[in-house]
């Protein structure tokens, strides 16, 4: 047996498919160098043919043919009468090539021989993944959903490489089937027991940065640029964006006709508000901008300190601070500044307070527009008034107006 077919013998090439066939019969060829150093001493005089395509292997040793007798180098020379054993038309002073079998390295050797190769292999996958992921950190993906444990979700890529999407990197209203494809964003590569880990995210402000490149032309094509962005993830997003381009609005490209580009990000991203301004050097207006919804009165800063004073009606307080304190939570990290709320000509704000919009995903938004309707617009103003009294002013059901009130006194609960 002169040849060996690769494909059947060695099992583990069928896996190989991601590296190129180069360096896989590199592999290959030094793997068989190193069986043939054992056997005769040294490889100089022996060439290893690999055919990647068709998985077949040929060893050739060459010697040349010296009278008998005059043979000085076994493993580079051969007797005449030897030679003319293999073929009688050999004469002096040619080159005998000759097919080595195989199976004259015995059993032992073959096996040695394919657990090594089975070894490079693998190392070769492992280098392949971790060079293919490396360079594409930040880059979204599209994965299938194959295995959901309790801390963390296994996806395959189109190749069949496995990706691991952790509990911490999810979306907390995220909720996944198998077979089902998602998308997320390769967060980083990390080694574990040796093996190379693709850790996926979600949750990244890198996710919503490469959702809006692809929403957003503008920003594909550098026009506009994304300044900053700060999430708490399924609640709130603050995207800061600035143009290039003094024709382009950035917010209005960003967010689309009548919020078309938006949309689907949102959908994307569980429902997570998503608040674009437009970014400046002025600190006093980008702060201003990051308490997007709510409108300021006036504020006070120190620079040196990275300290603002906020003033506002006492309507818009509890749009400034938001639910579970999430707006200002981020206004702040958007900006660099600590930031304090104050009640125009009032002491700084200690009950805070909650826009009634800001629970638009518990409750109807016509039920909120009925609290409206009697001047009850955040959590606070509905809670003090008793719910015989908001049944009497509203055209609610007293369970409707419970089930609010118990939504709303669970909110300030986890708060305390």
């Known amino acids: 047996?002169?040849?060996?077919?690769?494909?059947?013998?060695?099992?583990?090439?069928?896996?190989?498919?991601?590296?190129?066939?180069?360096?896989?019969?590199?592999?290959?060829?030094?793997?068989?160098?190193?069986?043939?150093?054992?056997?005769?001493?040294?490889?100089?005089?022996?060439?290893?043919?690999?055919?990647?395509?068709?998985?077949?292997?040929?060893?050739?040793?060459?010697?040349?043919?010296?009278?008998?007798?005059?043979?000085?180098?076994?493993?580079?020379?051969?007797?005449?009468?030897?030679?003319?054993?293999?073929?009688?038309?050999?004469?002096v002073g040619e080159e005998l090539y000759e097919e080595v079998d195989i199976l004259?390295?015995?059993?032992?050797?073959?096996?040695?021989?394919?657990?090594?190769?089975?070894?490079?292999?693998?190392?070769?996958?492992?280098?392949?993944?971790?060079?293919?992921?490396?360079?594409?950190?930040?880059?979204?993906?599209?994965?299938?959903?194959?295995?959901?444990?309790?801390?963390?979700?296994?996806?395959?890529?189109?190749?069949?490489?496995?990706?691991?999407?952790?509990?911490?990197?999810?979306?907390?209203?995220?909720?996944?089937?198998?077979?089902?494809?998602?998308?997320?964003?390769?967060?980083?590569?990390?080694?574990?027991?040796?093996?190379?880990?693709?850790?996926?995210?979600?949750?990244?402000?890198?996710?919503?940065?490469?959702?809006?490149?692809?929403?957003?032309?503008?920003?594909?094509d550098g026009l506009i640029a994304i300044k900053k962005i700060v999430r708490d993830p399924g609640e709130r997003a603050k995207v800061a964006v600035e143009s290039y381009d003094d024709r382009i609005d950035p917010v209005g490209a960003c967010v689309g006709m009548k919020g078309s580009r938006i949309h689907g990000i949102v959908r994307e991203l569980k429902n997570e508000n998503i608040d674009v301004i437009n970014f400046t050097t002025n600190i006093q207006l980008l702060i201003q901008r990051s308490l997007t919804p709510a409108k300021i009165s006036y504020m006070e800063l120190d620079n040196d300190k990275k300290h603002a004073e906020v003033y506002l009606k006492a309507d818009q307080v509890s749009l400034a601070i938001g639910r579970r304190g999430v707006n200002i939570k981020l206004a702040c990290e958007l900006t660099g500044y600590e930031i304090d709320v104050f009640r125009e000509d009032e002491e700084v704000v200690d009950e805070f307070d909650i826009d009634l919009d800001e629970f638009a995903d518990e409750i109807e938004p016509w039920v909120i527009e009925e609290f409206k309707r009697i001047g009850c617009d955040t959590a606070r103003s509905i809670l003090k008034l008793t719910a015989e009294e908001l049944e009497r002013r509203t055209d609610l059901e007293k369970e409707t107006i419970e089930e609010v009130r118990r939504i709303l006194q669970e909110e300030f609960d986890r708060e305390e």
Not at 33 to 62: C, H, M, P, Q, Y
Not at 76 to 91: C, L, N, R, S, W
Not at 104 to 129: E, M
Not at 179 to 184: S, V
């Open 104 to 220: 004259d390295f015995g059993r032992r050797a073959i096996l040695a021989a394919k657990q090594t190769l089975a070894s490079r292999i693998s190392d070769l996958k492992k280098n392949v993944l971790i060079q293919k992921y490396g360079a594409r950190i930040g880059d979204i993906i599209s994965a299938e959903v194959y295995q959901v444990w309790k801390k963390e979700v296994l996806l395959l890529d189109e190749e069949g490489n496995e990706l691991i999407l952790p509990k911490s990197e999810q979306i907390p209203q995220d909720y996944f089937k198998k077979g089902e494809n998602i998308r997320a964003v390769v967060a980083r590569v990390d080694l574990k027991n040796n093996s190379p880990v693709i850790i996926l995210s979600r949750t990244s402000p890198l996710f919503l940065a490469k959702l809006l490149e692809i929403e957003v032309p503008e920003i594909f």
């Open 1 to 91: 047996m002169a040849s060996i077919n690769l494909i059947e013998a060695f099992q583990e090439f069928k896996d190989a498919e991601n590296i190129d066939r180069p360096t896989m019969m590199k592999v290959v060829e030094d793997v068989f160098k190193t069986l043939l150093r054992k056997k005769f001493g040294s490889d100089d005089n022996f060439d290893v043919i690999v055919n990647a395509e068709k998985g077949d292997l040929e060893i050739i040793r060459r010697r040349m043919i010296v009278e008998d007798g005059e043979v000085l180098d076994p493993l580079a020379e051969v007797g005449y009468t030897d030679a003319a054993k293999i073929e009688p038309d050999f004469e």
